[in-house]
């Protein structure tokens, strides 16, 4: 009798669970969970995370690596005979607005995690001007040594540069190198080494904001 209880109770149990098991197999707004690689080093094919300290001026582009752009080519190695790094920041009206990830490498690019954000780790040519990431460091790594200018960098970026518009914002102009101004067209600024160059775009302008570069750059 006991045995004869005990199925009659698990029958009524399973009776009473099973329109709930069938709602919840069915239900269409169950999320799903997408995870990310936690290691510093993983590689993707797009970057998994922004920069929360400004929005992206204008997307790297995909501008024909194919042709020499300005006299500068687009290897499928890094040139390092001449291997130096300026960094541009951009404000419009006040606000900071990033460099892409990307500017002057050839698609498809691969992006890696880093303690700072997503860095560009590969692609199929490297330009001798290019960027890794969104710090605003500009890489200048060529066979041969020249200077290159802000022009050359916009140029190879696929933006406009000029006294009244910095890619796609437009106002007046002011630039700053190294904290002093500078007067004159724009494009016309140096990428020398451990140049700090600032655009200001419209009305508001913040002060020349100061950029340490890291050890060895």
């Known amino acids: 009798m006991k045995t004869a ?3 009659v109770v698990a029958a ?3 009776a009473l669970a099973s329109p709930l098991l069938a709602a919840c197999s069915s239900n269409p707004s169950t999320p799903s969970v997408t995870t990310q ?3 510093s080093s993983s590689t993707s094919s797009s970057p998994a995370s922004s920069t929360p300290d400004g929005s992206v001026l204008a997307p790297a582009g995909n501008a024909d690596q194919t042709s020499p752009v300005d006299g500068i080519s687009c290897n499928t190695d890094e040139q390092l005979a001449f291997h130096i790094h300026a960094h541009l920041a951009i404000y419009v009206n006040g606000a900071p607005k990033l460099l892409p990830p990307g500017i002057g490498i050839g698609p498809p690019l691969q992006f890696e995690q880093t ?3 997503p860095s560009v780790a590969s692609g199929s040519c490297f ?3 290019h960027t890794h990431d969104s710090s605003g460091v500009v890489h200048i790594e060529s ?4 200077v290159f200018t802000l022009g050359d960098l916009f140029d190879i970026w696929g933006q406009p540069l000029s006294a009244s518009q910095v890619g796609p914002a437009r106002g007046a102009v002011t630039a700053t190198i190294n904290g002093n101004p500078f007067a004159g067209d724009p494009r016309g600024i140096p990428l020398d080494a451990q140049n700090v160059i600032q655009l ?3 009305t508001a ?3 020349p904001q100061p950029y340490t570069f890291p050890s060895g750059s």
């Open 205 to 207: 302008l913040p002060q």
């Open 115 to 117: 303690s700072s954000g």
């Open 200 to 202: 200001d775009v419209g």
């Open 12 to 14: 009524v149990a399973l």
């Open 127 to 129: 330009s001798w001007l």
């Open 37 to 39: 690689p936690n290691s």
């Open 5 to 7: 209880g005990r199925v």
């Open 143 to 146: 066979p041969i040594q020249r």
